[in-house]
């Protein structure tokens, strides 16, 4: 039996008997080609999620009008690339709802420990909001 030399010639067994064709002599970028099956692995066990979350004015009102185009959250909800935000505005002053909602997609999300991210947080990325309701 022979044993591998190193990880990448792990990683290219396992690709290849995956079937994952891949030309003697190409010399493949294997970062690149572990990358994309791990994303696609990714992409299927993960189905898109809706997150109602309340949020303050003070981070709410520059998303609502268009000046914000990220969310700082604490990631207790598995946040992913795909998922979408309900924004409820929550007044915590009166604690009550004003009645704001924006509904908003993540489109890309860098996650602590990076970045001077703290651990157990993350930034998301949002797209345009796509429905407003409220005064």
């Known amino acids: 039996m022979d044993l591998p030399v190193s990880a990448a010639e792990v990683c290219l067994r396992q690709l290849q008997d995956a ?9 493949p970028d294997l970062v690149d080609i572990i990358q994309t099956h791990i994303d696609a ?17 003070a981070s709410f009102l520059p998303i609502w009008n268009g ?3 990220h969310e700082f959250r604490k990631n207790d909800r ?7 935000l309900v924004l409820s505005e929550w007044d915590n002053k009166s604690e009550r709802f004003t009645g704001r909602v924006l509904k908003v997609k993540v489109t890309h999300i860098d ?11 993350c930034v998301m990325s ?6 407003r309701k409220g005064p």
């Open 19 to 27: 079937g994952v064709k891949i030309s003697p002599g190409s010399e």
């Open 41 to 57: 692995a990714h992409n299927q066990e993960h189905r898109m999620q809706v997150h109602n979350l309340k949020t303050w004015p």
């Open 67 to 69: 000046d914000k185009r």
């Open 78 to 84: 598995n946040y992913q690339k795909g998922d979408e």
């Open 111 to 121: 996650y602590g420990p990076s970045w001077g991210i703290p651990g157990e947080y």
């Open 126 to 131: 949002l797209a345009e909001p796509y429905e």
